[in-house]
């Protein structure tokens, strides 16, 4: 008898060990915040091209030194990042496209970074860049919203006599010739959205196609003190569904709606700050390269349950896709 209340009693204080480990635990990830496993550092805010709806304007003119970019990413490797995405601006607006393609190889080469990806309009990009950094670079994304080139101009996708759409068919082309993963991004906007761009891109065959919902963020493509005013390019969420459903039949697609997308991403600004969407403008908070990441990242408005919801972790190192190149 005396033996059983002992045991009963271990076994009483090892649950309320476990559940104060476990409570512990818990308040250390909510003040620790977010892990940052997949990050965009939109690294400038200059482009050549002048989307209406653009949602990541030209407010600065500031570029990190490249050494500090090193710092910071290699900073964010410590505190758990596994991906890494170059976006802007556009990425290769800098240095002609230099400056990414040595951050690209950094992160391969000495943070062995299990994915190394960019997103860009695909207008300055060279086959020389794809000779030289290609090999570091897992998955090139290309934004693309309509195959009609006047759509393109009214939408603000081409600079003077630049056609669009050559410029995807070339970079389609390169990353099939030097081994790096093709993306499509589009946004659905009031002058694509009745669009069918299914048999388009079955025929260029991306590994996946990002099909994102207009999304307003004040001071950036709204509001008084917005560069653009995207108002006019919003369209409902009956609308783009219905641009889903039209696409159903494509493999790759991936509809992200303003809900998913707005508060899912960790954003990193030119200065490394994270940019909290949660109230529908972006506020950053303080540089990574001041603080350390896991300071900043309480400021980053991240929401994790919806970045893991909208499938944000996926087959992203080009070694682990089964590809036929
Ligand atoms: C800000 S851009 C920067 C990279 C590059 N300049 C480009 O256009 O691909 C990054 C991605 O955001 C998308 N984007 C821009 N404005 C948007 C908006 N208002 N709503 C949803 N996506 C948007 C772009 O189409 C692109 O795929
Ligand atoms: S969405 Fe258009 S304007 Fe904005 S950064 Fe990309 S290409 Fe430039």
């Known amino acids: 008898m005396m033996e059983f209340g002992v045991m009963f009693g271990s076994v009483i204080v090892l649950c309320v060990l476990a559940i104060i480990a476990f409570l512990s635990m818990k ?20 482009c050549n091209y002048q989307c209406g709806f653009c949602f990541h304007t030209a407010k600065t003119s500031f570029v990190l030194p490249i050494s500090e970019a090193k710092r910071g990413l290699k900073m964010l490797k410590e505190a758990g990042m596994k991906k890494i995405n170059f976006s802007g601006g556009e990425p290769f607006i800098k240095d002609d496209g230099q ?3 040595k951050l690209v190889r950094y992160c391969k080469q000495s943070l062995k970074l299990p994915s190394v990806t960019i997103v860009s309009n695909g207008s300055l990009i060279t086959e020389d860049w794809f000779q030289e950094f290609g090999e570091f670079l897992d998955i090139l ?8 080139e006047p759509t393109n101009r ?3 996708r081409h600079q003077n006599k630049k056609h669009h759409l050559s410029s995807l068919t070339c970079v389609r082309d390169w990353c099939k010739e030097y081994r790096v ?5 589009t946004v659905v906007n009031t002058h694509n959205c009745d669009e069918d761009m299914s048999q388009e891109i079955l025929d260029l065959d991306p590994v996946r196609w990002k099909v994102f919902q207009c999304l307003l963020i004040g001071g950036e493509n709204t509001g008084p003190d917005a560069i653009r005013h995207a108002e006019s ?5 009956e609308m783009f569904e ?3 459903q039209r696409h159903k039949s494509v493999p790759q697609l991936v509809p992200e709606s303003n809900t998913a997308m707005k508060d899912s991403y960790l954003i990193l600004d030119e200065y490394m700050r994270f940019l909290d969407c949660t109230k529908g ?9 001041d603080v350390g990441v896991q300071e900043a990242i309480k400021f980053s408005g991240f929401d994790e349950a919806m970045f893991k919801k909208r499938g944000g972790r996926y087959v992203w190192s080009k070694a682990d896709m089964k590809l036929d190149w």
């Open 27 to 46: 308040f250390l990830q909510k003040n620790s915040g977010p892990k940052p496993l997949s990050v965009n550092y939109h690294f400038t805010r200059q």
């Open 99 to 101: 400056y990414v393609g």
């Open 141 to 148: 994304a290309i934004s693309c919203d309509s195959f009609d």
């Open 154 to 156: 009214v939408i603000g």
């Open 181 to 185: 993963a093709f993306k499509i991004n």
């Open 233 to 237: 390019f919003v369209i409902s969420e």
């Open 242 to 244: 219905k641009f889903v």
């Open 281 to 289: 403008k972006k506020d950053p908070s303080k540089s990574i390269l």
